[in-house]
């Protein structure tokens, strides 16, 4: 069965500076990664995926993350952060079906972000 | 619709009642998939659908929980007898096939048993 790890529970950063979150997956074959975004009391909102192809990816808000099979890690970078990107990030993975899509996501525990003035 | 639509967005019931969590996908995707999420926890795997078959429930965690989606759209998440460790948000996801796969997010709805 897949599993992802999130080794970082809270991570303060300051307004300005550059920002990596870490997630490492365990999966025996190319898998299907996402990252998420949550809000207090909102829902899930994607950020970024990764099938095939180019191992940087690029998602909305100027966040970006990359496969490294070798590391069996998809790390989530921003290279600023704004107050607004304060919230809960979930790394998630998916089995691949060789006929295209996926089954359910596994996610990861979640990294709190808090931002500093 | 546009979104994943989930109703009631909140719910209190009394421990021992039975509720229905409703789920409304985007119109014309296959797979349908519920979460749980407990405070401070990423959500968590509960069942998958295609179409109207319930192809994975090895999530659910008692057989209290029942999921169903008779007509392959609107699907309902029923906790028969709810108790107190059934407080969480039940979220649910709808995804397309093919190229462009991906899972949309519904708000969720927060179940609170007192």
């Known amino acids: 069965a897949q599993s992802v790890t999130q080794p970082d529970i809270h991570i303060t950063v300051s307004e300005g500076a550059s920002l990596e979150l870490r997630c490492n997956y365990s999966?025996?074959?190319?898998?299907?990664l996402f990252w998420y975004v949550q809000s207090p009391g909102q829902g899930l909102q994607l950020l970024l995926k990764y099938f095939s192809g180019d191992t940087l990816v690029q998602g909305i808000k100027g966040f970006e993350a990359e496969f490294k099979r070798s590391q069996s890690s998809f790390n989530l970078r921003k290279p600023s952060v704004h107050w607004s990107d304060a919230a809960e990030y979930f790394c998630a993975v998916a089995r691949m079906y060789s006929g295209g899509g996926a089954d359910g996501l596994t996610f990861g525990k979640g990294t709190h972000l808090i931002i500093q003035p | 619709g546009a979104g994943v639509s989930q109703s009631p967005r909140y719910k209190v019931a009394k421990r021992g009642q039975d509720v229905a969590l409703r789920c409304d996908p985007i119109s014309g995707h296959v797979s349908l998939f519920w979460y749980q999420q407990a405070l401070g926890q990423g959500p968590e795997f509960l069942t998958y659908?295609?179409?109207?078959?319930?192809?994975?429930k090895s999530g659910l965690p008692s057989d209290r929980f029942f999921a169903e989606r008779p007509e392959g759209s609107v699907s309902t998440l029923k906790i028969q007898r709810t108790q107190k460790e059934d407080s969480a948000v039940y979220l649910c996801?709808?995804?397309?096939?093919?190229?462009?796969?991906?899972?949309?997010f519904g708000s969720g709805t927060r179940l609170t048993v007192v």
């Open positions: 999966y025996g074959a190319t898998p299907y």
């Open positions: 996801a709808s995804s397309s096939s093919g190229r462009n796969y991906g899972y949309t």
């Open positions: 659908f295609q179409n109207e078959a319930q192809l994975d």
